[in-house]
């Protein structure tokens, strides 16, 4: 005698309405985190109010607020782009050369108030809507060292050194267009994943809008804060003390910075100001943070590797780091 119901399958998921079914309940799952917590209150409050553990949380609560305001309009940017504007519309404002793409979209990354956690979301909406990837590989690097807002805060920051300002256009302008222009000769096309975006076809403006909005957020946001905390991490283990010798030597002391901004990973509206309290550093070294830090830096990293590919993030970061280095040592030897 044969049956046409197929027995079920061991470890196959229950009907989570079946009493032996198992059945993932966030509220439960809650309620004993909650439990655990308040049984171990006392060692947990020892382990927070320890000065090491305090430094950490302020520095991963600066990096995440900081960069969270401006992912935030990087996203709804994004969104924007995705949404309202046609397609066609980048074909034409960009010129047909990608050789002379890269340039202009360079300088386009002067209209966008943002940092560099706003641009990488853009730039991914620049690569769907068919812009060749040198033009909008050079605007997220650009974009956030050139904006007006980092220019003026460079300035206030360094009252007595006007041409740190200049120096900090030229060498961050040159060192985006220099990556656009060897992506646009070295890169390859499976080294770069398309941004992954979900599909609004169908849907009002609207509502598609909003659900780019709620989709980039999500899928960036989580990736900001493991930056956020790797900074924070790092920033607890390097001496204080290592940075004083290297300043003493002015080939080490470029490194050092170079290598100081990536770990910290401090959103660019605000790292003039780090720059200019780091005075026991010259102007030179000062500038390779500041045309390091807006192009490549932990959390950049994980924001790079989620929208383009973990394989483009590894290519990528390496060079950028090494062509920001040698760009921004250049440019100080002649401007400042």
């Known amino acids: 005698m044969t049956t046409t119901e197929a027995a079920p399958v061991r470890g196959e998921r229950d009907d989570p309405d079946r009493p032996d079914g198992w059945h993932f309940d966030p509220l439960l799952i809650l ?17 927070l109010s320890a000065p090491a553990m305090q430094n950490w949380m302020t520095v991963f609560v600066a990096v995440a607020l900081q960069a969270l305001p401006f992912l935030v309009l990087g996203v709804l ?24 793409a890269v340039p202009v979209a360079g300088l386009a990354g002067v209209v966008l108030p943002g940092c560099e956690c ?29 904006n007006p807002i980092v ?99 002015p080939v080490v002391s470029v490194l050092a910075l170079a290598v100081v901004a990536v770990l910290l990973s ?11 309290s780091l005075t026991q550093f010259s102007l030179t070294a000062r500038l390779a943070f500041l045309v390091v830090g807006p192009m ?17 993030a590894l290519r990528f970061a390496p060079v950028t780091f090494a062509v920001a280095i040698g760009v921004a040592a250049l440019a100080g030897a002649v401007l400042l």
């Open 151 to 249: 220019l003026t805060a460079t300035a206030i920051a360094f009252p007595n050194a006007p041409q740190m300002v200049l120096a900090r256009f030229v060498a961050s302008l040159l060192a985006a267009c220099g990556m656009g222009w060897l992506w646009q000769r070295l890169g390859r096309t499976d080294w770069l994943r398309p941004p992954a975006h979900r599909s609004f076809d169908g849907l009002g403006k609207g509502e598609a809008f909003w659900g780019s909005v709620r989709h980039d957020v999500v899928h960036a946001g989580g990736f900001l804060v493991v930056g956020a905390m790797a900074a924070a991490t790092l920033k607890a283990v390097v001496p204080a003390s290592w940075l004083h010798t290297a300043a003493a030597n």
């Open 31 to 47: 309620v004993l985190v909650l439990l655990v917590g308040f049984l171990l209150q006392s060692p947990i409050r020892r382990v």
């Open 118 to 146: 706003a641009s990488v979301p853009v730039a991914g909406a620049l690569v769907r809507r068919g812009v060749t990837p040198a033009a909008a590989l050079t605007f997220l690097l650009s974009a956030p060292a050139i």
């Open 77 to 100: 940017l994004s969104a924007v782009l995705a949404v309202f504007v046609p397609p066609a519309f980048f074909a034409r404002a960009l010129p047909k050369k990608p050789t002379l």
């Open 266 to 276: 401090i959103c660019s509206e605000a790292d003039a100001f780090v720059a200019a």
């Open 296 to 312: 490549i830096d932990l959390k950049l990293f994980g924001m790079q590797a989620a929208t383009f590919g973990r394989g483009f």
